[in-house]
């Protein structure tokens, strides 16, 4: 039971920062909204028993992407205020848009039979190194692969903005 | 552009630990109150005193030269009437308030130099910080009570006056 | 009863923060005082026996003071802001064994941890990414271009920092080949303090204690890395439109992030509860443990009072061209020696 209402408490909790994220109407105050929702899906993945997985939530989400969109905000947006305003319009449209997302989504949630909880054990940091590091060796270079593709990426687009150093 | 880290950065920053941790061993250079007044150089002084003649009696006679002569006008003094000095039986001028607000003062000693009777020296101690700004303005009692409570200057009026005497250099 | 992780926790946990807590306010005493020493001055010595009341007397009077919100400022978050600092450092002590049982068949089990995750090495970095988050929104919300540039250019520090010390942090990780903090610690129990360990890996181990620690200073805004705030220069930079207890919060969270900082490269590198010699019990561990992080603390403060302050781009020339390619050759030649049976 009590599993139950502390899972219930961050859902909530999680759900309504999440529609503070797209109904604030300041800016900031939104990526920092997200910021909650991110930190609150780590939560969620601890109670799962995925304590791996919500560690590298945390440290990737919440401080890697956020910080990319604070400085995103910061460099881009005008900060003559420290108000940021971003109103959002069409909210009936929207409302709308959204039910019709989630009303077939959660029915066929509902539908669907997972089979028993197998009781396995939870899956701790070994396991997912020894699995990354043994059957799934390939995908993990290839991902590394991908980072570096996407860093090599940045580092052109940033040296392309300014023409004139020749460095 | 130059290297922050480099060899020459480690060595300086570990002498430098090397200072500050041989201060550590040090006695401290600062005191705890007021600094003494032997620890002070020859010429130092910082606050006044009046003082009584060698008969016992007030020195100061009330002539105000000081008054007069003070460059930042930090001295009042109101003179009293003339007495029958009761130690040599002549007839002497005395005080009746004086007033020195240290807060103006410049130390400039003009006061001391100028005094006929060396009526008004200077001390070798500061006075302690007050509460207010009367705590600083120096009255009659304070200046009687540093007679004997703080270290007394060399330099009195005769003193001062006989050093600037120019018979004495010609010699 | 104690076998609850809940009982466990606030059994371990209220002592702990209450430590903590004290040891900040000591902290700040400690820092003027050895200053004073350094500098062949008295430090502040007249509250209280050799001034140990002092913080006692600084809280009051930032208690006291006026509590100014600019007008143009976001109240939420200025306000909101202070609070996490402290509650973020703490919570990162939470994985950190202070002490250690021998049971009955001699079996090392480092237990003084609030929570023993095992997850214990990511929990602390997760909190420490998570820090530079609060000082940012300080920095913004006060509607200051100073403090906007402050907080910058402290989230600048704080993120490429944390690369390095992630890195060194796995250096432990891969000797002991766990991330729980408790294991780690048991790990050097047996083969010796991973920074001192007499072997062909203590070189690689004291490598990376010394830029875990240093990467540590930076995270925490010691001097020499301490430009964001850059007391003389900018005036506490990012909190310099928060007044009193505000800004003593703020202050509190650096000096108990200095604590924590001590505490987690002790139990990392130098073994934490796990003695040199002697009995190996859970009071003996206690105090092995503080005396370790005892003396990291005293070189912190140490350091702070003696080196110069880096530069905005020396800062982040030191961290992406040194550190980042020194701490990814460490983590190559600490797993060298894993596979090679030197650890």
């Known amino acids: 039971m009590s599993p139950l209402i502390g899972f219930g408490l961050v859902a909530g909790f999680l759900l309504a920062s ?45 401080g890697g992407v ?6 995103g905000i ?19 449209a929207g409302a709308g848009a959204a039910l019709a997302f989630l009303v077939p989504t959660l029915s066929a949630i509902w539908a669907t039979d997972f089979g028993p909880d197998k009781g396995l054990p939870p899956v701790t940091a070994k396991h997912i190194g020894t699995a990354v590091l043994g059957p799934h060796l390939v995908a993990f270079e290839a991902l590394s692969v991908l980072l570096l593709a996407a860093m090599i990426g940045a580092i052109v687009l940033a040296r392309r903005s300014d023409p004139g150093e020749g460095r | 552009m130059r290297r922050s880290l480099s060899l020459r950065w480690i060595w300086q920053s570990l002498k430098a630990l090397g200072v500050t941790g041989k201060h550590v061993l040090f006695e401290p250079r600062t005191t705890e109150g007021i600094r003494s007044a032997e620890s002070r150089a020859p ?6 005193a009046l003082v009584h003649d060698e008969h016992g009696e007030e020195a100061c006679i009330g002539c105000s030269l000081c008054e007069k002569i003070c460059p930042s006008t930090v001295i009042t003094v109101v003179p009293g009437g003339k007495v029958e000095s009761p130690a040599t039986g002549k007839k002497r001028g005395t005080l009746e308030d004086f007033t020195l607000d240290l807060q ?34 120096l009255t009659m009692d304070k200046l009687y009570a540093n007679e004997h409570d703080k270290p007394r200057y060399w330099g009195s009026g005769s003193a001062l006056m006989e050093m600037q005497d120019p018979k004495k250099e010609v010699g | 009863m104690l076998d609850n992780p809940i009982v466990w926790a606030f059994a371990i946990g209220g002592p702990l923060i209450t430590f903590l807590m004290g040891g900040g306010a000591v902290a700040t005493w400690w820092e003027r005082r050895f200053a004073g020493k350094m500098q062949t001055r008295f430090g502040p010595n007249r509250v209280g026996p050799q001034g140990i009341l002092q913080p006692v007397a600084d809280a009051f009077k930032m208690m006291q003071k006026e509590d100014i919100v600019p007008r143009a400022a976001d109240r939420t978050l200025f306000n909101l802001a202070p609070i996490f600092p402290p509650f973020l450092v703490i919570a990162s002590a939470a994985v950190i064994p202070f002490a250690a049982t021998v049971d009955a068949t001699g079996k090392y089990d480092p237990t003084g941890a609030v929570a023993e995750l095992d997850i214990g090495i990511l929990w602390v970095l997760s909190m420490a990414g998570l820090m530079v988050f609060p000082i940012w929104v300080a920095g913004w919300s006060a509607n200051n271009k100073y403090t906007l540039l402050s907080g910058m250019r402290m989230v600048a520090q704080g993120i490429s920092y944390e690369i390095p010390m992630v890195l060194c942090a796995l250096i432990p990780v891969i000797y002991a080949g766990s991330l729980s903090l408790s294991d780690i610690v048991a790990y050097q129990h047996e083969h010796g303090w991973i920074a001192l360990s007499l072997s062909p890996s203590m070189f690689v181990g004291a490598a990376a204690m010394l830029l875990f620690f240093l990467t540590s200073l930076a995270e925490a805004n010691r001097i020499p890395f301490d430009i964001p705030e850059a007391e003389s220069e900018l005036i506490a930079g990012v909190m310099v439109e928060y007044t009193g207890i505000k800004f003593g919060i703020f202050m509190l969270a650096e000096y108990l992030h200095t604590i924590v900082a001590a505490a987690l490269t002790s139990a990392l590198f130098l073994g934490g509860p796990s003695p040199l010699f002697g009995p190996a019990g859970p009071i003996a561990g206690l105090i092995w443990m503080l005396g370790k992080t005892l003396v990291l603390f005293v070189l912190i ?22 550190l980042v390619p020194m701490s990814l050759l460490l983590v190559m030649l600490a797993a060298l020696m894993v596979a090679g049976g030197f650890a």
């Open chain 1, 18 to 62: 999440a529609v503070m994220v797209v109904r604030s109407d300041n800016l900031v105050h939104s990526v920092l909204w997200l910021s909650v929702v991110l930190v609150l899906t780590a939560v969620v993945f601890i109670l799962l028993g995925a304590t791996f997985l919500g560690g590298i939530q945390i440290i990737l989400y919440t």
């Open chain 1, 66 to 71: 956020i910080t990319l969109m604070l400085f």
């Open chain 1, 74 to 92: 910061m460099l881009t947006g005008k900060q003559d205020t420290v108000e940021i305003p971003n109103p959002s319009e069409g909210h009936l």
């Open chain 2, 43 to 48: 010429r130092y002084r910082a606050s006044f």
């Open chain 2, 104 to 137: 103006a003062c410049i130390i400039c000693e003009l006061c001391v130099q100028v005094c006929p009777v060396d009526a008004i020296v200077m001390v070798r101690e500061q006075e302690t910080p007050g509460y207010s700004r009367e705590d600083l303005v």
């Open chain 3, 301 to 322: 403060y140490w350091l702070r009072w003696s080196l110069y302050r880096f530069r905005s781009d020396q800062l982040m020339d030191l961290c992406w061209k040194v």
